[in-house]
């Protein structure tokens, strides 16, 4: 079983509409949350970063992390067709060995 | 433009060669981080420089090796390589934990 489980999709929504991205992990070490955006042979852009439980708001961005359930969600609001891209969870240990345990990303495709 | 560079953008080689990949972090950030991205396993962790020392190994073959120079850039030596170690090659930097910034990636395709 993988540390780290990510739908991968393909997600297909209309624009304007709101998208869920989900994660489920199994390593109670992880502290750190995070979501990427790649887009189609670039690098991970890093989207949104959270520390432990809670929620965290930047524009039309949510990051939700429950680590009770182990569960983290991306919400995007008002979707865009530029929002089109695979969207990646990764986590990290408060260990000082700071590597990141990836998800296999979700395929979103905003129509417009 | 996350500011982390990466050289070469595209490698193409044939078995049994060995190639070099680069990285130049973000200004300031002392640590390094490579990973490799492939379609059957995705996003791999392969190992953390900071300030020019190992810090942490993740599942790098044996036939891979790192450094970090005085400078903070790093290359990524692979040898004997092999049909599969084609995949894209990220180098990604920070200055704490949690904020790692990716480069545009090499792209290997081995032959």
């Known amino acids: 079983q993988k540390e780290v489980e990510q739908d991968p999709g393909p997600l297909s929504v209309p624009e304007g509409a709101i998208v869920s991205l989900n994660c489920t992990y199994s390593n109670s070490a992880f502290q750190y949350f995070m979501w990427y955006r790649q887009y189609s042979r670039k690098g991970p852009e890093l989207l949104m970063y959270?520390?432990?439980?809670g929620n965290k708001e930047d524009g039309r961005f949510t990051a939700q992390v429950d680590k009770s359930s182990k569960y983290i969600s991306l919400f995007i609001r008002d979707s865009q067709p530029s929002d089109s891209a695979t969207y990646l969870c990764a986590m990290s240990a408060l260990s000082g060995n700071e590597k990141l345990t990836f998800g296999t990303g979700t395929r979103l495709t905003i129509i417009p | 433009d996350s500011g982390v560079t990466q050289t070469p953008k595209h490698l193409i080689t044939a078995t049994g060669q060995r190639v070099t990949l680069r990285c130049s972090p973000r200004?300031?950030?002392?640590?390094v981080y490579w990973y490799q991205q492939s379609l059957d396993q995705g996003l791999q962790f392969l190992i953390q420089?900071?300030?020019?020392?190992?810090?942490a190994k993740g599942n790098i073959l044996e036939r891979f090796s790192a450094q970090q120079f005085p400078d903070l850039h790093s290359e990524l030596n692979l040898s004997s390589l092999e049909l599969g170690d084609s995949a894209l090659y990220f180098c990604?930097?920070?200055?704490?934990?949690?904020?790692?910034?990716f480069g545009p990636g090499t792209r290997l395709l081995v032959l």
């Open positions: 990604a930097s920070s200055v704490e934990v949690g904020t790692q910034y």
């Open positions: 959270t520390y432990s439980s």
């Open positions: 420089y900071y300030n020019g020392e190992e810090r």
């Open positions: 200004s300031g950030d002392l640590s």
